[in-house]
């Protein structure tokens, strides 16, 4: 399998990434009511454990929803996004020691280990718009950190929002591909009959 087989696999079998992207904005807005609500504390566990969530619902909305396939067995890159993720998990446990120290700085850092963890998925799904992802998420938490910029409704809600935003691209993006590919291989069964 080339690298090109590859990424077009796990386009077609994770809707371009689109559902992942769609829960970890979900999970984001979720734990900024918590913050609001409960605080800081509580709004980071609902950020790690519904973290925790992304993949087995993303697989379940692309399988149910979307009616795809699962991605081959031999796909190499699969494992490029677990080692990713392994990475954002160490980053997410910085954020977490930041808790009891300095809380402003817990969803700024959980934004650069998530937002540096999407640039691997450039290669992944070799989509570029997960260049653009990363960046963004990234420069949120760097930003906020830094006391650059003062998002309205501070990182975490600006994390959610913009991975929302990127989610509904990717997938439409994906589908339309997908209509694409469907159209060329029907053609190419006409005209052999």
């Known amino acids: ?16 990434g689109g559902p992942g992207a769609f829960i970890s904005g979900a999970v984001w807005l979720t734990a900024a009511l ?29 399988r149910v929803l979307f009616k795809c396939s699962p991605p081959a067995q031999a796909n190499p890159l699969g494992r490029v996004a677990l080692e990713s993720t392994v990475a954002m ?63 309205p409704g501070g990182p975490i809600l600006a994390v959610g929002l913009i991975e929302i935003v990127f989610a509904i691209v990717i997938t439409a993006r994906a589908n339309q591909s997908a209509d694409t590919n469907l159209n060329i291989i029907a053609t190419q069964r006409f005209q052999k009959l």
């Open 89 to 151: 998990i160490g980053g997410l446990f910085a954020a977490w020691l930041f808790l009891f120290i300095r809380p402003s700085y817990v969803f700024p850092i959980a934004a650069i280990a998530v937002g540096t963890h999407y640039a691997a998925f450039r290669t992944v799904y070799g989509d570029i718009l997960f260049w653009a992802l990363a960046g963004l998420i990234t420069a949120v938490g760097v930003l906020d950190i830094l006391n650059y910029v003062r998002i």
């Open 34 to 62: 918590t913050m609001k609500q409960r605080g800081v504390g509580t709004a980071f566990a609902v950020l790690f454990f519904g973290g925790m969530l992304i993949y087995p619902l993303a697989q379940l909305i692309s």
């Open 1 to 16: 399998m080339t690298i090109t087989e590859a990424q077009y696999d796990l386009r077609r079998a994770f809707v371009g």
